[in-house]
């Protein structure tokens, strides 16, 4: 600072700064002195380097003003606490730490050579603090309370990302700009090889796509929502779920960090269908990233199937073609069952072994309705460190996530969607015996559960939000007792109460549906036991009051829109005819997609 500025400046309350105001709102050094001549300035080095609006004096009163976005907290200088006075404790290699010893100068106008690569490759648990003076963008409508609902996830780690310098300079409303990372937020980057931790090349020029939100949106919207479609815990409770973990890979994997933004400017294209351009090249800009990886072999697999992870859940909630669902999911039973990846799961990373769960489930659902899924699961018998998901004894094991109960009840719902191949392809081949042993399976296990939520109904669980145990008991329980209305319409038996499985999955998606903390999110309706109930109940009342809560759903995807315009044209098919194909009526109206 020159003699002249230190001079008048009076004492002012801690961290104040000299130089422009838009430092200032940061909270960074300001990149040049500020002098006499400051006002004929365009911009300081900071500001010109992030392509920020730089001003330096404050706004007038009443003048239109839009603040830029803050400096995020990182790693290593989160609060603890929640009046901020404890010392953060020192961890190993730190992320850019704002406390270290260095001057401040340095540090801000550090260039990506002066970063030495660092040994943080492990990114699963990352957690961040959300700082206490982090504002969301008051424009963008966001609730904060979505980013846990229907998980309990107590931390959310916030990007970090800040602008970079555009191809083209022009306001947010024109043109949606989508950001890479900088090499400067980067710090696992080698200045030598450009290697990330997960082994992948990566391109760090900016480019710009057409749109009307720019990427921090995009980010926002990923992890506001996404955190929803994880209906049932398949974590510690001191982790994030999948879809927050996934994220943090993201800022240092290119087809990960595609994969991201192409999944949330879809998801928000169902309310402005003007970003379905953007969504498409995003999504192309995933698939040719992840083709480079893929085919170079320079990524790990835990990078490539958490890529392809979010993109399997894009093509889901989007409702597309089963064709490329299941093209998907066969490169990741590829990847999986590779040299590298029968390694890599021998003694699976929580990261890498929540993925293949979370996939094998989506491929079991895959199955039903004659859809041509199910080559991963029977597949994944011959992995021993994950044999333990077929062991069904063990249902009550408190060391057994509630995700996997749920994926065992999908594998129950495949089995069914295996009869019914199998009865249409060749009728006359399956045996009583069989149909009637398959439900007594699913049977044993919906008694299981049933004296599962009875010790919290013991316990006095009645209050309206759900406790994580009774929610995963009621999905669970819709599943089961779905897989008995499936197994009804393929092969019909008298010992089958439809009557009472459809009052089951409607009286639990009630309870589900009264719970105010997952109002907002996904996990306030169960889609694919709604279905089933829907087509089976006999009683109109309870017909219309199915369908009302699948339209609700709409705005969470196209699969859930699908799925009631399916129910409807499926009841209006039993009115003239009692017995309907499902996967037949699926194909005539809505197209084969994932329920």
């Given at each position: 600072m020159p003699p002249e500025d230190s001079s008048a400046t009076k004492p002012k309350p801690k961290r104040s700064r000299a130089g422009c105001y838009t430092c200032k709102i940061r909270k960074v050094r300001c990149g040049s002195p500020r002098d006499g001549g400051h006002a004929t300035l365009s911009a300081c080095a900071n500001c010109e380097r992030l392509g920020l609006p730089c001003q330096w004096n404050k706004p007038a009163e009443g003048e239109n003003y839009t603040p830029p976005p803050k400096r995020r907290r990182t790693v290593g200088n989160r609060r603890r606490g929640q009046d901020g006075d404890a010392s953060p404790s020192p961890l190993p290699q730190q992320i850019l730490q704002e406390g270290s010893n260095e001057p401040a100068e340095s540090i801000q106008s550090a260039d990506a050579a002066e970063f030495e690569p660092q040994a943080f490759t492990d990114l699963t648990d990352l957690q961040l603090d959300?700082?206490?003076?982090?504002?969301?963008?008051?424009?963008?409508?966001?609730?904060?309370?979505?980013?846990?609902?229907?998980?309990?996830?107590?931390?959310?780690?916030?990007?970090?990302?800040?602008?970079?310098?555009?191809?083209?300079?022009?306001?947010?409303?024109?043109?949606?700009?989508?950001e890479m990372p900088p090499v400067a937020q980067l710090p696992c980057l080698s200045p030598d090889t450009d290697q990330d931790p997960l082994g992948q090349d990566t391109d760090i020029s900016a480019f710009s796509i057409t749109g009307n939100v720019d990427t921090r949106r995009l980010i926002q919207h990923y992890l506001e929502v996404m955190n929803g479609y994880s209906k049932v815990t398949d974590h510690g409770t001191n982790n994030n779920n999948l879809f927050i973990a996934a994220f943090s890979k993201s800022l240092f994997f290119m087809p990960l960090y595609y994969a991201i933004l192409s999944f949330s400017a879809s998801h928000l294209s169902l309310q402005d269908p003007s970003l379905a351009d953007t969504a498409c090249r995003l999504e192309n800009l995933a698939e040719e990233h992840f083709n480079r990886a893929f085919q170079d072999y320079t990524a790990k697999v835990e990078g490539l199937l958490s890529a392809l992870f979010v993109r399997v859940k894009r093509v889901h909630v989007m409702g597309e073609s089963v064709s490329s669902f299941l093209r998907l999911i066969s490169i990741a039973t590829e990847i999986i069952f590779s040299k590298q990846g029968l390694e890599a799961l021998e003694t699976p990373s929580e990261l890498s072994g929540r993925i293949v769960l979370r996939l094998a489930t989506l491929d079991a659902r895959a199955s039903c309705y004659r859809l041509g899924g199910g080559l991963l699961v029977r597949r994944l018998r011959e992995i021993p460190s994950l044999s333990f998901i077929f062991k069904f004894e063990d249902n009550e094991s408190s060391s057994t996530s509630a995700f996997v109960h749920l994926l065992r009840a999908d594998i129950l719902r495949m089995r069914v969607g295996q009869l019914d191949l199998r009865v249409h392809e060749h009728k006359g081949s399956v045996e009583l015996d069989e149909v009637e042993m398959l439900q007594a399976d699913i049977k044993t296990l919906i008694h299981r559960w049933e004296q599962h939520l009875s010790k919290y109904t013991k316990e006095g669980a009645t209050v309206s939000a759900l406790p994580a145990g009774v929610y995963g008991c009621y999905t669970v329980l819709g599943a089961l007792h779905s897989a008995l209305l499936y197994l009804h319409s393929v092969y019909p038996l008298g010992s089958i109460d439809t009557h009472c499985s459809v009052a089951e999955i409607l009286n639990h998606q009630l309870l589900i549906h009264r719970d105010p903390s997952r109002a907002a999110s996904p996990s306030s309706i169960l889609p694919s036991s709604l279905f089933l109930a829907a087509i089976f109940t006999k009683d109109p009342i309870y017909r219309d009051w199915a369908i009302k809560i699948l339209q609700d759903g709409e705005r969470w995807g196209l699969y859930v829109k699908k799925t009631n315009e399916l129910v409807e044209a499926v009841c209006r098919m039993r009115e003239r005819d009692n017995c309907v194909d499902i996967g037949l009526a699926m194909e005539n109206t809505t197209g084969r997609f994932v329920i």
């Open positions: 959300l700082p206490e003076e982090f504002d969301f963008d008051a424009g963008l409508g966001v609730e904060p309370n979505l980013f846990w609902s229907g998980e309990g996830v107590d931390f959310i780690p916030l990007p970090l990302i800040e602008s970079t310098p555009m191809l083209f300079q022009t306001t947010a409303d024109n043109y949606l700009q989508v």
